[in-house]
């Protein structure tokens, strides 16, 4: 994982992407217990990718490049299927502009804050992220404040309520 | 069944899962490396799960 991490890293460097975090499940695996997945999710900025039709055209140009092939919606770098997410909507930017700086395998990298990965789990409502948002309940270090602060930003306490009344 | 057994059983299976939140990255990594191959060879025997067309594929990757 630790080539996957340098070469995502290259990307920032080349200036092909501007900022990103690890997401969905591998993000949310570095609070709780893991279970399977198959990708690897970054949400990643790309500078002027609101002027672009395909805003990922240059990194699946760097990818033919570096001979990684696309695979479906991901491009399998160093071994690992990686997808590329742009922000898609307010909470998804502020939890990408949140990012914490970690170290994994010896490489810097970014990831997302719980507090931010459980918003978003609670938004997005499927029944992976319920269970997985019921887990990080039980089993995350997280800020009760901060994350309450999100779920008031973002219009969500009135679906955490609900979720907590089903799940409790 | 004993109400206080149960209990006991639920509550350590508790304390397992936290215990395994606290392993490292690396460490959970390769847990989930296995998980996949373990994945991989139950869904050959689920018609219904090898049906689906999600996309899945163990990493080949070394730790």
């Not at chain 1, 690897?40 to 990194?59: A, Q, R, Y």
């Not at chain 1, 409502?125 to 779920?151: H, M, P, Q, V």
Request: no cysteine; hydrophobic share 35%; charged share 30%.
């Amino acid at each position: 994982m630790k080539e996957t991490l340098q070469k995502i890293n290259e990307l920032v460097e080349l200036g092909i992407i501007e900022k990103y975090a690890i997401a969905g499940g591998m993000g949310q695996f570095y609070y709780i217990e893991p279970s399977v997945t198959y990708d690897l999710d970054l949400i990643i900025h790309i500078p002027g990718e609101e002027s672009t039709l395909n805003p990922l055209s240059k990194i699946y140009e760097w990818a033919d490049k570096n001979n990684y092939k696309p695979l479906k919606e991901h491009i399998i770098i160093e071994g690992i299927p990686v997808q590329f997410l742009l922000e898609y909507n307010d909470l998804v930017t502020a939890a990408l502009n949140n990012r914490s700086k970690i170290k994994l395998f010896d490489e810097e990298t970014y990831i997302l804050k719980p507090e931010y990965l459980m918003a978003i789990m609670l938004q997005t409502g499927r029944s992976t992220d319920k269970e997985r948002l019921t887990k990080f309940l039980t089993e995350a270090d997280y800020n009760r404040d901060i994350f309450s602060a999100i779920l008031n930003k973002f219009d969500l306490l009135n679906t955490f309520n609900k979720f907590n009344k089903m799940y409790e | 069944m004993n109400k206080n057994y149960i209990s006991h059983i639920a509550e350590s299976k508790v304390d397992y899962h936290r215990s395994q939140a606290k392993l490292s990255y690396e460490d959970k990594v390769k847990i989930i490396i296995e998980l996949q191959k373990i994945d991989t060879e139950m869904r050959k025997n689920n018609k219904k799960r090898s049906a689906s067309d999600k996309f899945r594929m163990v990493w080949d990757i070394n730790i």
